[in-house]
């Protein structure tokens, strides 16, 4: 195995400079850690695999002896009446995975966290700051995440594959079980706690039969031993449950909500579970949604459905992650009317309130899919009487499949920073889902995962960016995505300024390439049918999936608009509503998303639609070359195996940008008869 390709960005590589290493190694030759639990033991563990690895030297380990230590690690309540440097003021002000990491005197570092798992989000800082060789002379760092649930979900299913899954197969099932390959997992659960992950959903949304066994005692003991690796880094598990369970396996001939039978099913299902795993998270829900099973058949609602499964796991602190990702997926393409997009909020808008306050629900990020470009769902800051989470999607379904570069930090960061106007401006989405602006209990992101038992965890290498710059984002969203590309970068490849350079712009500029050679100004789609890769402009045109671009030979685009449309910027508060109303004032970007328009329509930039539509196709393969150029430079300078890694992929994402250039450019070409100014090669 390639350690390096393993190692994501916990590299700890030596410390080579001679200099900061006389100034500091005094700091790192002993640890005392102040307490014992399974965290504190992770914590520690990482601080000494660390500093083993970046100073060769072993720290020693004291018991006792405080005094001595270089570095002091604790928890507060324990640790405070022993060092009066510590503001109790301002400690008593943060949250339970607060820390604080301050240089004392005889120069000792502190590492302070409100509890444990807070202990090894400092270590896990210190030790980022030391991989990226910051002055770490005089430290005073108090940090607090901002957004309280961190979550990943997991595609995975028990026969080992992933749905939308490219890095290979499952870490935690093989052959219908949960895998005896524990080592793996814990590796995982490292790497997601060094970027501040506090919880996981271990199976796919999409629960199937096998699956829906994962709740009874049949499974629970191994999945029990899962949430002890995870525990012990600070991580939650929750479990994607079938809503028809109750008949599946439990023998019942309903499962209809407000059922007596059916609650103390539930209820005692929940007893069940946390007997094996006391600290359980609860429940990922997706019901009603793509012939999932849930509470339509009974005439019920989603409130109805999701307080059933909140009443049963209350007792226990457990919560009910409701998905909101519900639609017609056998919509009728000759019906105009019935509009996809608005689905979301036409379902669950007028529920706001009805759910118990151990339910939040979970809103992917646009109102489609993951597409490359999409509007922010109109749900964020339309619900304001109940919890909500936000919903990413890291692995690269539609934006490349881990074939191609799409580094996917900024297209989050401007979600996060996305203006609702729910209550005027300011309202953004990343206060919506920190819980502030409206004061939600519960409330955080998650996002569905891009790893697999490749050696490299994510397939494409490059890729391992997206899964580290989610949990620093979702962990601040204030933090910009030059500085996170960077922090990744540095701890990933090292210092050499020229790799950092060159892979810098790479994976900033990533994101904009594919939207180039993909499908156009937000109308989304255009994919191969299944399993999304590649293009195909009429793959999903006549199909009941409800995703339309409605070219013809005039023109492109869904009119979504209120006066003639179907109506979906209505959903939007003011001055939202009215920017994408009007076609005036629609961002280019989202232009198709909003409205049809002829080709020969006038963009913001001054030209056409389908001169656009040309020029960005031609370009987008260009910038291809270029990363590919790029990537070549990097020869010798960095590890083979992680080169021709991504080398052999900027080859395939060549082919995938050659191939949606020349189909989009000639489909629209065919379509409206209107040749390329520049008179490019069109086929
Ligand atoms: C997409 C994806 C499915 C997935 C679904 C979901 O439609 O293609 O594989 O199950 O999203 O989020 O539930």
């Given at each position: 195995?390639n350690e390096k390709s393993?190692?994501c ?7 080579e ?8 190694k005094?700091?790192?030759q002993?640890?005392?850690v ?5 965290i504190?033991n ?6 000494n ?8 030297n072993e720290?020693t ?8 230590a270089?570095?002091i690690?604790?928890?507060y309540d ?6 009066k440097e510590?503001?109790t003021n301002?400690m008593?002000?943060l949250?339970?995975?607060?820390y604080?990491i301050k ?6 570092l ?5 509890s444990?798992k ?10 980022r700051?030391l991989?990226?060789r910051?002055?770490i002379e005089h430290?005073?760092?108090?940090e607090?995440?901002k957004?309280?649930l961190?979550?990943l ?10 749905e939308?899954?490219?890095?290979g197969?499952?870490?935690?099932y093989?052959n219908?079980?949960?895998t005896k ?10 790497f997601?706690?060094?970027v501040g992950i506090n919880?996981i ?11 829906t066994?994962l ?10 031993n899962i949430?002890?690796?995870f ?12 809503f028809?369970s ?9 499962a209809d ?8 099913w ?10 094996f795993i006391p600290?359980?998270?609860g429940f ?6 793509e012939?999932r ?12 459905g ?8 209350k007792?226990?602190g ?5 998905r909101c990702?519900v ?5 009728d ?20 309130g009805?759910?118990l ?11 489609m899919d993951?597409?490359v ?6 749900l964020?800051?339309?619900l304001e009487?109940?919890n ?5 999607q890291?692995?690269q379904e ?5 074939k191609?570069?799409c580094?996917?930090?900024?297209l ?7 203006d609702?106007?729910?209550k005027?401006k300011?309202?953004?989405v ?6 502030s602006?409206?004061?939600f209990k519960y409330?955080?992101?998650c996002?569905v995962s ?12 490059l890729?391992?960016?997206?899964l580290?710059g989610?949990?620093r984002?979702i962990?601040?969203?204030d ?5 996170i590309?960077e ?9 050499d300024?020229?790799?950092i ?5 790479m994976l900033?500029?990533?994101w904009?390439?594919?939207?180039n050679?993909?499908?156009p ?5 255009m994919?191969?049918?299944g ?7 009429d793959?999903?045109e006549?199909?009941v999936w409800g995703?339309?671009h ?5 023109g492109?685009g869904?009119d979504?608009?209120i006066?003639t ?12 509503k ?5 076609l005036?004032?629609c961002p280019d970007?989202l232009?198709l ?13 001054g ?5 656009h539509?040309y ?10 070359d270029?990363l590919?150029?790029?990537?070549s430079?990097?020869?010798?300078k960095i ?8 080398q ?6 060549l ?6 250039r ?8 065919r379509?409206s008869?209107?040749a ?8």
């Amino acid at each position: 195995i390639n350690e390096k390709s393993y190692a994501c960005w916990l590299q700890y590589e030596r410390i080579e400079d001679r200099e900061w290493l006389e100034n500091n190694k005094s700091r790192f030759q002993s640890i005392v850690v102040i307490g014992n639990s399974p965290i504190l033991n992770s914590a520690l563990n990482e601080l000494n695999l660390g500093i083993r690895s970046m100073f060769d030297n072993e720290p020693t380990l004291y018991k006792k002896r405080v005094e001595e230590a270089s570095i002091i690690i604790g928890i507060y309540d324990e640790i405070h009446n022993q060092f009066k440097e510590l503001d109790t003021n301002r400690m008593e002000e943060l949250n339970e995975e607060s820390y604080i990491i301050k240089t004392i005197k005889n120069e000792s570092l502190l590492l302070v966290g409100k509890s444990d798992k807070a202990v090894l989000y400092a270590v896990h800082h210190l030790l980022r700051l030391l991989q990226l060789r910051e002055p770490i002379e005089h430290l005073d760092i108090v940090e607090s995440p901002k957004n309280q649930l961190r979550m990943l979900n997991q595609w995975d299913n028990m026969d080992g594959s992933i749905e939308r899954g490219y890095s290979g197969k499952s870490i935690f099932y093989e052959n219908n079980r949960i895998t005896k390959n524990l080592g793996r997992i814990k590796d995982y659960a490292r790497f997601l706690s060094s970027v501040g992950i506090n919880a996981i959903s271990i199976n796919n949304v999409n629960v199937w039969k096998l699956e829906t066994k994962l709740i009874t005692n049949e499974f629970l003991p191994d999945v029990a031993n899962i949430a002890d690796i995870f525990r012990s880094y600070g991580i939650k598990i929750f479990l994607s449950i079938n809503f028809a369970s109750p008949i599946e396996i439990g023998q019942l001939q309903t499962a209809d909500p407000l059922d007596p039978d059916v609650i103390k099913w539930w209820k005692n299902k929940a007893e069940e579970i946390y007997n094996f795993i006391p600290d359980f998270g609860g429940f990922v829900v997706k019901a009603d949604s793509e012939h999932r099973p849930g509470p339509f058949t009974y005439n019920r609602n989603h409130a109805d459905g999701a307080n059933l499964l909140a009443n049963a796991l209350k007792p226990y602190g457990g919560l009910v992650i409701w998905r909101c990702f519900v639609y017609n997926c056998l919509q009728d393409w000759r019906d105009r009317s019935t509009d996809r997009a608005k689905a979301a909020y036409d379902h669950f808008k007028p529920l706001d309130g009805e759910f118990l306050d151990n339910v939040i629900l979970q809103v992917k990020n646009g109102p489609m899919d993951f597409q490359v470009r999409e509007p922010v769902s109109p749900l964020f800051g339309a619900l304001e009487k109940t919890n909500q989470m936000l919903e990413f999607q890291i692995t690269q379904e539609y934006t490349g499949q881990q074939k191609d570069l799409c580094f996917l930090v900024p297209l989050w960061k401007e979600v996060l920073e996305y203006d609702t106007y729910a209550k005027g401006k300011g309202s953004k989405v990343k206060s919506i889902v920190d819980g502030s602006l409206f004061g939600f209990k519960y409330s955080g992101i998650c996002a569905v995962s891009n790893i697999g038992d490749d050696e490299n965890w994510t397939g494409h290498t490059l890729a391992q960016a997206n899964l580290y710059g989610y949990g620093r984002l979702i962990w601040n969203p204030d933090l910009s995505s030059e500085a996170i590309t960077e922090e990744w970068i540095r701890m990933t490849f090292g210092e050499d300024p020229f790799i950092i350079e060159q892979i810098k712009s790479m994976l900033l500029e990533s994101w904009s390439i594919y939207e180039n050679y993909t499908a156009p100004l937000g109308i989304g789609w255009m994919v191969n049918p299944g399993h999304h890769y590649g293009p195909n402009i009429d793959g999903y045109e006549y199909s009941v999936w409800g995703t339309y671009h409605f070219a013809d030979r005039d023109g492109i685009g869904v009119d979504r608009s209120i006066d003639t449309g179907t109506g979906y910027a209505n959903q939007y508060f003011s001055p939202n509503k009215e920017i994408y109303n009007s076609l005036d004032t629609c961002p280019d970007e989202l232009l198709l998303f909003f409205h049809h328009v002829p080709y020969g329509h006038k963009l913001k930039t001054g030209v056409t639609v389908i001169q656009h539509i040309y020029d960005t196709h031609f370009k987008g393969v260009e910038q291809v070359d270029k990363l590919i150029k790029k990537w070549s430079t990097l020869k010798g300078k960095i590890d083979e195996a992680r080169y021709s890694n991504v080398q052999e992929r900027l080859i395939l994402q060549l082919d995938n940008a050659k191939a949606w250039r020349d189909q989009i450019n000639t489909y629209f070409y065919r379509k409206s008869g209107i040749a390329d100014e520049k008179k490019r090669k069109i086929y």
